[in-house]
């Protein structure tokens, strides 16, 4: 039962720092991508088809690199997600 209880107490401490790598893996590549849309890169700058492109075409690459700069930083990551 000991053992089993250090086994969970070291998971949990490890599932904190494996979100943070996750969440500054995925805030990199979002930024990564939004940057070559946003400053006109030509090896990044595919935007794919989004509903009403005419409107929200524009805001995509905006969302995508200010997402992931606040992904990484961990600021308003729901919001950002839900964008």
Do not use: C, N, Y
Request: proline residues 6%; glycine residues 14%.
């Amino acid at each position: 039962m000991q053992t089993l209880q250090r086994v969970l107490r070291f998971l949990d401490r490890q599932s904190l720092w494996s979100a943070l790598l996750l969440r500054v893996a995925v805030g990199a590549t979002f930024t990564a991508h939004g940057a070559g849309k946003v400053f006109g890169s030509s090896i990044l700058a595919f935007t794919p088809p989004v509903p009403l492109g005419g409107v929200l075409g524009p805001l995509v690459p905006i969302i995508e690199f200010f997402g992931g700069i606040f992904l990484i930083l961990g600021l308003g990551t729901r919001v950002w997600a839900l964008l």
